[in-house]
């Protein structure tokens, strides 16, 4: 890439990372990769994008795959992405197995980071297919701070 990026992506499914595939053929710097949010192997990068995404890895493996994307983030690293809120209507459904968040939980899952930008809807809408449902979601741009200003929490 022009500005001397690599990037990384993956999906669960494979027609969409064929859609890439045959839009960014000619493009070395964009790895794809078949995999879960459980599965992908995090390496080291300076910004994660997750948006309209990041909710659907299971509540259970939640913690663990947050701390691998966040160990992947260097100081001065930025998180990009959109987590749900609790009152979304996908929370509820049988259909979806999603992770959901009060506003405190984002505030915690954010200590150490400088938040950029943070956005909360909680509203009736409809999703990319057009089907109604109650969005409530967390949208957050936030840069991590470093270790050694004791930004970072440790366990």
């Known amino acids: 890439m ?3 990026f690599d990037v990384q992506g993956f999906d669960i499914r494979e ?3 064929d859609v ?6 000619d493009c070395p710097w964009l790895t794809l990769t078949q995999a879960d949010f459980m599965e992908f192997g995090y390496s080291p990068v300076s910004l994660i994008v997750a948006n309209s995404s990041l909710f659907f890895c299971p509540q259970p493996a939640f913690p663990d795959v947050w701390q691998r994307m966040i160990d992947a ?9 959109d987590l749900l809120g609790v009152n979304d209507s996908w929370v509820s459904s049988p259909d979806h197995d999603v992770s959901a968040f009060t506003a405190a ?3 915690a899952l954010f200590t150490g980071f400088e938040i950029i930008y943070r956005h909360e809807r909680d509203e009736p809408g409809q999703t990319a297919l ?26």
């Open 105 to 107: 939980d984002v505030d």
């Open 73 to 81: 983030l260097p100081a001065g690293g930025i998180f990009s992405g």
């Open 130 to 155: 057009g089907r109604s449902k109650h969005w409530h979601m967390h949208t957050v741009i936030a840069r991590k701070g470093a270790a050694d200003q004791g930004l970072i929490r440790t366990r």
């Open 15 to 17: 027609e969409p990372l």
């Open 20 to 25: 890439c595939r045959q839009r960014f053929s």
């Open 2 to 4: 022009e500005q001397g």
